[in-house]
């Protein structure tokens, strides 16, 4: 089972971007689709974007689409998410996780592993 960490978050102002990194450790990376979930105050879980282990498959949920981007470096066992242009409603504490299959998953239940989640706030 591999151990996730995430990193990048923080205070941005709308319109602005972040990058996160989710840094795995401890089983072959290359192993395991990953995904990254979001959780804003009072609201579940939700999907944004997943990628097959070779990272040759993408998926994004709607509501960020053409604004973030998931990506991976097997060789640095790190995913990515690349967030454009921020809205206020983007603000959540956002989760990676791993899913030892090839393709990732929009259901929260398919993925094993999870990191302990990191804070973006986006200022209106």
């Known amino acids: 089972q591999v151990q996730l960490v995430e990193s990048g978050g923080g205070l941005v102002q709308a319109g602005g971007s972040l990058r996160l990194s989710c840094t795995a450790s401890?089983?072959?990376?290359?192993?395991?689709?990953m995904g990254w979930f979001r959780q804003a105050p009072g609201k579940e879980r939700e999907f944004v974007a997943s990628?097959?282990?070779?990272?040759?498959?993408?998926d994004v949920a709607d509501s960020v689409a053409g604004r973030f981007t998931i990506s991976r470096d097997n060789a640095k066992n790190t995913v990515y998410l690349r967030m454009n242009s921020l809205k206020p409603e983007d603000t959540a504490v956002y989760f990676c996780?791993?899913?030892?299959?090839?393709?990732?998953?929009?259901?929260?239940?398919?993925?094993?592993?999870w990191g302990q989640g990191i804070q973006v706030t986006v200022s209106s």
């Open positions: 996780a791993a899913r030892r299959d090839f393709y990732g998953s929009r259901v929260h239940d398919d993925y094993d592993t």
């Open positions: 401890g089983r072959t990376f290359s192993n395991y689709a």
């Open positions: 990628i097959s282990w070779s990272g040759a498959s993408t």
